[in-house]
């Protein structure tokens, strides 16, 4: 029985440190495309877990649906797992995020690709939701942005947005005349 709850703790122990080591790696090791280098995407993880549930969803379906008698919540329950894979695989393939001197590139989960300049930055904020930093950006065109600043490297956002605090105007677009400079 000792020898049990010893082998018990000693797996949840391993387990435990090795999720947490995952996230400790992904937080100091950003996800960057091989295309562009400056595109931060989703840690790896969400891929391994969108295959790995993919994998057991097809199993489970292979079972599910081969067994005569199965009740219909084990082919509901087969078809979901597929789906939250695909979903979180689809995720990862889409999402990224692209911090610029005078903008934002993103393109969300779903594939729509957006472009935000800090000058048309409608709202944004910064709070704590378990622990984490989230940053919330609201375009004037309605594209919104919300991002764990631990783990994306958003450092040209968030110096866009101390110039704002700071100054009340956000910094002039390179190579765009600042409307509010008077000339000579």
Known sequence: MAEQLFLKLVLISCIMLGVTGIGWWART???????NPHQVRLPKAVPVVGWLFICV?????????ASPGMP????????AIFAGGL??????????????????VFRTAFGTEHLVPYSDIARYSLFRSRGQQILTITSIHGAK??????AFDVGPLLQAIEYHQMT???P?????????????
Do not use: C, Q, T
């Open 29 to 35: 090791h950003p996800n960057r495309s091989k295309e």
């Open 57 to 65: 969803g097809l199993l489970m379906g292979l079972v599910a649906f």
């Open 72 to 79: 219909p919540g084990a082919r509901i329950a087969a078809a």
């Open 87 to 104: 979903a979180f695989v689809a995720m990862y393939r889409n999402f990224y995020v692209d911090p610029r001197a005078d903008e934002v």
């Open 145 to 150: 942005l919300s991002i764990n600043i631990g």
């Open 168 to 170: 009340g105007r956000w």
């Open 172 to 184: 002039a677009r390179v190579g765009v005349a600042d409307p509010g400079a008077s000339g000579s």
